[in-house]
Nanobody, 119 residues
Framework: VQLVESGGGMVQAGGSLRLSCAAT????????MGWYRQAPGEERELVAD???????NYADSVKGRFTISRDNAKNTVYLQMNSLKPEDTAVYYC??????????????WGQGTQVTVSS
């Protein structure tokens, strides 16, 4: 599985960015798709994820500001980030759990995309 991320960049506080992650090359089905982030000196943390049934889950710090969605026909997950704050600055990683033909579920990570929010 290859995860191709796009949409990171630099924005001023209060601005918006939209991240995309397209999954290619899988022989299985995409179970959960989501985004994690890691700031310098911090542990990687869940930002949001969404199940194949459309159920979403958010970190408390982003609720009401970020929206996760997925397009199953395109095997793509999106993260719309509004009202960005400097503390949202981090490398954002796409994370996908794939249900293989054997029914095993395997995680995959994207390469990461930098999001920088200036004050």
């Amino acid at each position: 599985v290859q995860l191709v991320e796009s949409g990171g960049g630099m924005v001023q506080a209060g601005g918006s960015l939209r991240l995309s992650c397209a999954a290619t090359g899988t022989t299985g089905s995409l179970y959960t798709m989501g985004w994690y982030r890691q700031a310098p000196g911090e542990e990687r943390e869940l930002v949001a994820d969404i199940s194949d049934g459309g159920r979403s889950n958010y970190a408390d710090s982003v609720k009401g500001r970020f929206t996760i969605s997925r397009d199953n026909a395109k095997n793509t997950v999106y993260l719309q980030m509004n009202s960005l704050k400097p503390e949202d600055t981090a490398v954002y990683y796409c994370h996908v759990v794939v249900t293989m033909p054997s029914n095993a579920r395997l995680p995959w990570w994207g390469q990461g995309t930098q999001v920088t929010v200036s004050s």
